[in-house]
Nanobody, 124 residues
């Protein structure tokens, strides 16, 4: 199995940027596709985007396209979420999740492993 730890969250002003990291340990990380999800208070968990195990295939939720970018460095066992032009509505706990597959999935229940989450707060 694989263990995931997110980092990089914090407080940022609207229009600012943050880069989240998802560090993996355990089995060979390059065999896992990864998804980023977020959950705001009182709301359901929603997909941010996914990245294939090679890093070639990436998909994003429509509301994140153009602002968020997912990348990975398998040599460092880390996946990144670069978030630009942040808005107050992006405030949420952000989670990374992994599944042993070629490509990611947009549904949260397709993932087997989850990190503990990192809080992102965007002030207006």
């Amino acid at each position: 199995q694989v263990q995931l730890v997110e980092s990089g969250g914090g407080l940022v002003q609207a229009g600012g940027s943050l880069r989240l990291s998802c560090a993996a340990s355990g089995r060979t990380f390059s065999t896992y596709a990864v998804g980023w999800f977020r959950q705001a208070p009182g709301k359901e968990r929603e997909i941010v985007g996914t990245i294939s195990r090679s890093g070639v295939v990436r998909n994003y939720a429509d509301s994140m396209k153009g602002r968020f970018t997912i990348s990975r460095d398998n040599g460092k066992n880390t996946v990144y979420l670069q978030m630009n032009s942040l808005k107050p509505e992006d405030t949420a706990v952000y989670y990374c999740a992994a599944r042993e597959a070629v490509v990611g999935a947009m549904a949260w229940d397709e993932y087997d492993y989850w990190g503990q989450g990192t809080q992102v707060t965007v002030s207006s």
